[in-house]
């Protein structure tokens, strides 16, 4: 690294700080030859240089800071002309062109009495060497050591993308940057006589990502970005897999998408190396430069929300090609399956009066749906504020799932070890959202104490789901329960018919099916008991029934006329009435969008009290009710009331 302006062939101006001079890398190269493009900053601690035509530049007094850097890099003081042996065929296997490679000040050395040959990947600010990140090329899969590192953060090192110092535009051309996803890619392209090429410096995130600042942190270096200010376009080559266009994405937000394009490889190909040399393993054949020429030629623009391309749905046509119009998942129970299904970025709400059984009926079917679909490990979210404590509802989920009474002391109780599996199950496919005012997240304060149980709050716990825990699902019980936001100058139509278009929206982003439980109006009387409600009687607005993909309504009769011998002549109307605890659980299909995921229609089912309030369908009504296990009894207790044994049915647990 020179010490003096002199010692890199520029001009100093005496008694100047700053001042334009001629450049020794190109104005020799111009046709006005005498033009000064080089500027000069000849202050004190801060000695740089920058030539605003070819773009070399550089600062003598980074060096001093990254003295460490270049101490501890094993990086020689010149790169040699040739590599060894094995790496030259390294190289060679992965069609780089290894004159680029030196140029590119790419070294080597040995390590370990093994003498394992690694590659040394040199970042720099202008001519100083701040990083270096390092390649083990005999990387086998069960090796302690890593394939890939880089210098430790104790040196000093600063994360910036390899290649920097190489960016060089011409004059009345697009500034065109094509950014790779490592350094591999990137010499690939350059060996395919492509320039301006910059590679990841920490490769793709991993998809379960959720925070990505510390990651992009780079992006707001001053240097970074006073030597990407004036790129007009971006040009993504990442891999071909989730993680790879998780990075471009990632990237394309931070520089506008109509800055960005992307590179689309051929079916099968995975990153531009396989397209240049293929991949025996694969079977796939090296399409060389014309391979890569195409790959350029052909880039695309990222998509913008509104905009749909053929390229967009081409997976999903394919799959309509092969499969048809496919219903969502199912339970296993035929006769509710028949009604409806359930698949992600859906919206579903049930409908039914208080204390009519809505929530319970819900549990279930999230419990089978998990069951019945073991294989997808499906996930879901609740916010229950009507059930808190949340372990109230975790004890009542457990008694679904296991048929068994939760409490100890009974004839149908769990037994310890049945309770401990039934609660790791839980644990591991049910999260619950229950902030509150002294005990919530503020996401960086975006949600204040008076906000806790807001619509607002509530996604964005279920946003954080989605990303770490990749939950399929959510309820809501009971949408009354939400602290809505309602601005005063709008109806209640009007503000229900927003929020439900906000939450299909939410739903088709993150690929979530969204349950929300809904009280109706003040339903009125049909003789002795509420008529059957529908979707229009959601509290609020017609959009229950207008927006929602899936619309479900309950009702149970609770009344029923006593036999004529027990009432008294004298008696009033209400009195000739008794309260049924066996009225048949009545469910509604009153809206389904899409003709394939169900039908409209209805089924009557019983809740099984004695299989931790589990439904079953009635096929026919002159069975005899289903008898309530009376909790009371001990399981020393033989009275007469239903006192059978235990019931276990270990065919029906999910574990």
């Given at each position: 690294?020179?010490?003096?302006?002199?010692?890199?062939?520029?001009?100093?101006?005496?008694?100047?700080v700053r001042?334009?001079?001629?450049?020794?890398?190109?104005s020799h190269?111009r046709?006005?030859?005498?033009?000064p493009?080089?500027?000069?900053?000849?202050?004190?601690?801060?000695?740089w240089?920058?030539?605003?035509?070819?773009?070399?530049?550089?600062?003598?007094?980074?060096?001093d800071?990254y003295?460490?850097?270049?101490?501890?890099s094993?990086?020689?003081g010149?790169?040699?002309?040739?590599?060894?042996?094995?790496?030259?065929?390294?190289?060679k296997?992965?069609?780089?062109?290894?004159?680029?490679?030196?140029?590119?000040?790419?070294?080597?050395?040995?390590?370990g009495?093994?003498?394992k040959?690694?590659?040394?990947?040199p970042?720099f600010i202008n001519l100083t060497?701040?990083n270096?990140?390092?390649?083990?090329i005999?990387?086998?899969?069960d090796?302690?050591?890593?394939?890939?590192?880089?210098?430790p953060?104790?040196?000093?090192?600063?994360?910036l993308?390899?290649g920097?110092?190489?960016?060089?535009?011409?004059?009345?051309k697009p500034k065109?940057?094509?950014w790779?996803?490592?350094?591999?890619?990137?010499?690939t392209w350059m060996?395919?006589?492509?320039?301006?090429?910059i590679?990841?410096p920490?490769?793709?995130?991993?998809?379960?990502?959720?925070?990505?600042?510390?990651?992009?942190?780079?992006?707001?270096d001053?240097?970074?970005?006073?030597?990407?200010?004036d790129v007009?376009l971006f040009?993504?080559?990442?891999?071909?897999d989730?993680?790879?266009?998780?990075l471009?994405?990632?990237?394309a937000?931070r520089f506008?998408?109509?800055k960005c394009?992307?590179i689309?490889?051929?079916?099968?190909?995975?990153?531009?190396?396989?397209?240049w040399m293929?991949?025996?393993?694969?079977?796939?054949?090296a399409?060389?430069?014309?391979?890569?020429?195409?790959c350029y030629?052909?880039?695309?623009?990222?998509?913008?929300?509104g905009?749909?391309?053929?390229?967009?749905d081409r997976?999903?046509l394919?799959?309509?090609?092969e499969?048809?119009?496919?219903?969502?998942?199912?339970?296993g129970v035929?006769?509710?399956?028949?009604?409806y299904t359930?698949?992600?970025a859906?919206?579903?709400?049930?409908?039914g009066i208080?204390?009519?059984?809505?929530s319970?009926?819900?549990?279930w079917?999230?419990t089978?749906?998990?069951?019945h679909?073991?294989?997808l490990?499906?996930k879901?979210a609740?916010?229950?504020?009507?059930?808190?404590?949340?372990?109230?509802?975790?004890?009542?989920i457990?008694?679904?799932?296991t048929?068994q009474?939760f409490?100890r002391g009974?004839h149908n109780?769990?037994?310890?070890?049945?309770?401990?599996k039934v609660?790791?199950?839980?644990?591991?496919?049910f999260f619950?959202?229950?902030p509150?005012?002294?005990n919530?997240?503020?996401?960086d304060n975006e949600?204040k104490?008076?906000?806790?149980?807001?619509?607002k709050?509530?996604?964005?716990?279920?946003?954080?789901?989605?990303?770490?825990e990749?939950?399929?699902?959510?309820?809501?019980?009971a949408w009354?329960?939400?602290d809505?936001?309602?601005?005063?100058?709008?109806?209640?139509?009007?503000?229900?018919?927003?929020q439900?278009?906000?939450?299909l929206?939410?739903?088709?982003?993150?690929n979530?099916?969204g349950?929300l439980i809904?009280?109706?109006?003040?339903?009125?009387k049909?003789?002795?008991?509420?008529?059957?409600?529908?979707?229009?009687?959601?509290?609020g607005?017609?959009a229950?029934?207008?927006?929602v993909?899936?619309g479900?309504?309950?009702?149970r009769?609770?009344r029923?006329?006593?036999?004529n011998?027990?009432?008294?002549?004298n008696a009033e109307?209400?009195?000739?009435?008794?309260?049924?605890?066996?009225a048949?659980f009545?469910?509604?299909?009153?809206?389904?969008?899409?003709?394939?995921?169900?039908?409209?229609g209805?089924?009557k089912?019983?809740?099984?009290?004695s299989?931790?309030?589990?439904?079953?369908?009635?096929?026919?009504?002159e069975r005899?009710?289903?008898?309530?296990?009376n909790?009371?009894?001990?399981?020393?207790?033989?009275n007469?009331?239903f006192?059978?044994?235990?019931?276990?049915?270990?065919?029906?647990l999910?574990?």
């Amino acid at each position: 690294m020179a010490s003096s302006f002199e010692e890199l062939g520029i001009k100093v101006i005496s008694g100047k700080v700053r001042f334009a001079t001629l450049c020794p890398k190109c104005s020799h190269l111009r046709k006005k030859k005498n033009l000064p493009c080089l500027t000069v900053n000849n202050e004190p601690d801060n000695r740089w240089w920058k030539c605003w035509n070819c773009g070399w530049s550089g600062n003598l007094d980074l060096y001093d800071k990254y003295k460490q850097v270049q101490e501890k890099s094993r990086m020689p003081g010149q790169i040699p002309d040739l590599y060894s042996r094995e790496v030259m065929e390294y190289w060679k296997k992965r069609g780089i062109d290894y004159r680029i490679c030196v140029k590119e000040k790419v070294f080597e050395y040995s390590m370990g009495r093994e003498h394992k040959p690694i590659i040394g990947f040199p970042v720099f600010i202008n001519l100083t060497l701040v990083n270096v990140k390092y390649l083990n090329i005999r990387y086998k899969e069960d090796d302690d050591s890593p394939k890939w590192w880089q210098l430790p953060k104790e040196y000093g090192t600063r994360i910036l993308p390899i290649g920097l110092q190489s960016l060089q535009w011409e004059e009345d051309k697009p500034k065109i940057v094509i950014w790779t996803e490592g350094e591999l890619d990137r010499l690939t392209w350059m060996s395919a006589g492509y320039k301006n090429v910059i590679s990841e410096p920490q490769g793709a995130p991993s998809v379960k990502t959720t925070d990505f600042k510390e990651k992009f942190a780079y992006t707001e270096d001053p240097y970074f970005k006073s030597v990407i200010a004036d790129v007009d376009l971006f040009i993504f080559s990442t891999d071909g897999d989730e993680p790879g266009r998780l990075l471009r994405n990632q990237l394309a937000l931070r520089f506008k998408k109509e800055k960005c394009k992307y590179i689309n490889y051929p079916v099968g190909y995975k990153d531009i190396n396989e397209v240049w040399m293929g991949d025996e393993k694969k079977g796939l054949k090296a399409l060389g430069q014309e391979g890569i020429d195409e790959c350029y030629q052909n880039i695309s623009s990222f998509p913008v929300r509104g905009v749909v391309r053929l390229i967009d749905d081409r997976e999903a046509l394919e799959r309509l090609a092969e499969k048809g119009l496919e219903p969502g998942l199912k339970i296993g129970v035929k006769e509710i399956d028949e009604l409806y299904t359930t698949k992600p970025a859906r919206l579903e709400v049930l409908v039914g009066i208080p204390k009519i059984g809505k929530s319970v009926y819900k549990r279930w079917h999230t419990t089978e749906l998990i069951k019945h679909n073991e294989d997808l490990n499906l996930k879901f979210a609740l916010f229950t504020p009507e059930n808190r404590p949340t372990s109230r509802e975790k004890a009542m989920i457990a008694e679904i799932i296991t048929g068994q009474l939760f409490q100890r002391g009974f004839h149908n109780s769990m037994d310890e070890a049945l309770r401990e599996k039934v609660l790791w199950y839980i644990e591991k496919h049910f999260f619950f959202i229950a902030p509150d005012k002294k005990n919530f997240e503020s996401w960086d304060n975006e949600i204040k104490d008076n906000q806790v149980n807001t619509l607002k709050s509530i996604l964005r716990y279920l946003e954080y789901l989605k990303k770490t825990e990749d939950i399929f699902g959510y309820i809501v019980d009971a949408w009354n329960k939400v602290d809505h936001e309602q601005p005063k100058y709008m109806s209640d139509t009007n503000f229900i018919s927003k929020q439900l278009d906000y939450l299909l929206d939410f739903n088709a982003y993150y690929n979530l099916h969204g349950s929300l439980i809904v009280h109706p109006t003040k339903i009125e009387k049909h003789g002795s008991n509420f008529r059957f409600p529908n979707l229009y009687d959601g509290k609020g607005s017609s959009a229950w029934f207008e927006k929602v993909d899936v619309g479900l309504v309950c009702h149970r009769y609770l009344r029923k006329r006593k036999k004529n011998e027990d009432i008294p002549d004298n008696a009033e109307e209400d009195d000739k009435y008794e309260y049924n605890p066996d009225a048949p659980f009545i469910l509604g299909v009153d809206a389904i969008r899409f003709e394939e995921e169900g039908k409209v229609g209805r089924v009557k089912l019983k809740m099984d009290y004695s299989k931790g309030r589990r439904f079953e369908v009635i096929k026919n009504e002159e069975r005899e009710p289903v008898r309530k296990l009376n909790p009371a009894v001990k399981e020393d207790d033989d009275n007469g009331v239903f006192n059978d044994g235990p019931y276990v049915d270990d065919t029906s647990l999910p574990f």
